[in-house]
C-alpha cells in the first residue's frame, strides 16, 4: 500500500496546522487515539489514493473491512460497558476528586448525560464520572468519613507542649469518639492521630497526679489534726475532701502516676481525721443512741419519782 501525501503545483504540501496554532499563540491538543470516523476517513482516501499499477487485493480490502466493523463493534462493546459501568454506581458510595474542592464524599443517586458526558449525582450536585476517585461499600465508606471526623478532631487540639489540664475534657472527648468505632472503622484511623491522642492523654495524666500530690503535701500533718478543735477540724475536713473527690476522679492510670508516699499519706490523713471525728462526738464516739436511751430513763425515773413523792404527802 503506498503512502498517500497531497501534491500542489508539483510540490508536497505540509500540515501547516501546528506551526499556525503557533503563529497565534494557542497550542493544539493532538489526541493520537483512532476512532470510528477516522478509520473510515482513512479506508476511503486508501481507496481513492491507491496506485492503479499496483491495486490492493481483494483480500486486502476484506481484512480492512473486517477490521473496521471490529473497530466498530468495539466501541459499542466500550460505550455499553461504559453505560454499565456508570449505572452501576447508583446507591454505591464515592469519593469525588473535586481538585481545588477537595473530596467529596456521599452516595450516587442517579447518573444522567449532559454535553455529552456522563454525571455522577452526589449530595445534589452532578461531577463529571472522570472525577470518580473511589467506589466503597458502606462500613468501608462510613469507615473513612468517621476517621476524617476524628482527625480533624484531634487536629483541633492543642500540642503536647501547650496542653493544659484545662484541656482534659476535650482530650477524653477524642478518646471516647475512637473507641466509639468498630474494630474495622479504628483501620482508617492514623497512625500519627492515635500517637498525639496518646501524648496528649500522658500529659493529662502528669498533670493530674501532680495536682493530688500537690493537694496531699498542703493537708495538716497527723499530729495537727488529732489536736484540733471543732473549728480547726472543719477547716481540715474541707482541705481531705478535695483531696478526696480528686483521688475518686483519678483513673487507674492516673493513680499509677502518684508516688507510694504521697497514698500513705493521704490516707493517714484520712485515718485522723475520721479519729477525730469521733472524739468530739458526745461520749466519746458513741453515736448518740446511749445518750438518748439514758435521759428517757431518766426522764421516767423521775416522774416515777414525782409520783412517789406526790402520793407520800397525800397520805
Not at 501525501?5 to 491538543?29: A, P, R
Not at 468517621?146 to 482534659?168: F, G
Not at 439514758?294 to 413523792?309: C, F, G, H, T, V
Request: glycine letters at 6%; hydrophobic letters at 35%; charged letters at 30%.
Amino acid at each position: 500500500m503506498a503512502v498517500i501525501q497531497e501534491v500542489q503545483n508539483g510540490k508536497l504540501v505540509e500540515d501547516t496546522s501546528e506551526s499556525t496554532s503557533k503563529k497565534n499563540g494557542s497550542k493544539k491538543n493532538v489526541d493520537n487515539t483512532m476512532g470510528q470516523d477516522q478509520f473510515l476517513q482513512l479506508l476511503v482516501a486508501q481507496m481513492q489514493y491507491q496506485d492503479p499499477l499496483e491495486p490492493t487485493s481483494n483480500t486486502e480490502w476484506v481484512a480492512q473491512m473486517a477490521t473496521f466493523s471490529m473497530v466498530e463493534s468495539l466501541n459499542g462493546m466500550k460505550e455499553e460497558f461504559g453505560k454499565q459501568a456508570a449505572n452501576d454506581l447508583v446507591g454505591k458510595y464515592v469519593f469525588i476528586n473535586d481538585g481545588d474542592n477537595g473530596f467529596v464524599r456521599g452516595k450516587v443517586d442517579y447518573v444522567t448525560k449532559e454535553d455529552g458526558k456522563t454525571k455522577l449525582s452526589v449530595n445534589d450536585k452532578l461531577y463529571d464520572i472522570d472525577k470518580l476517585d473511589t467506589v466503597s461499600d458502606q462500613e468501608y465508606y462510613e469507615g473513612a468519613v468517621l476517621a476524617k471526623e476524628l482527625h480533624d478532631m484531634i487536629q483541633l487540639l492543642p500540642s503536647e507542649n501547650n496542653v493544659t489540664i484545662q484541656d482534659a475534657g476535650l482530650v477524653q472527648s477524642a478518646r471516647d469518639e475512637y473507641e466509639k468505632l468498630t474494630e474495622t472503622q479504628k483501620k482508617f484511623v492514623d497512625k500519627a492521630d492515635l500517637d498525639k491522642l496518646a501524648a496528649l492523654e500522658n500529659r493529662i495524666d502528669a498533670f493530674k497526679a501532680t495536682e493530688f500530690t500537690h493537694t496531699v503535701n498542703n493537708l495538716p500533718a497527723v499530729g495537727q489534726i488529732e489536736s484540733a478543735d471543732e473549728e480547726t477540724l472543719a477547716k481540715y475536713s474541707e482541705q481531705y475532701d478535695k483531696a478526696k473527690e480528686l483521688y475518686e476522679g483519678l483513673t487507674e492510670k492516673q493513680r499509677k502516676n502518684i508516688a507510694e508516699e504521697t497514698i500513705k499519706q493521704y490516707n493517714a490523713v484520712g485515718e485522723a481525721m475520721k479519729k477525730a471525728a469521733d472524739k468530739l462526738k458526745p461520749d466519746g464516739g458513741a453515736d448518740g443512741s446511749e445518750t438518748d436511751v439514758a435521759a428517757i430513763l431518766n426522764k421516767i425515773l423521775a416522774e416515777l419519782q414525782a409520783q412517789k413523792d406526790n402520793s407520800a404527802a397525800g397520805n
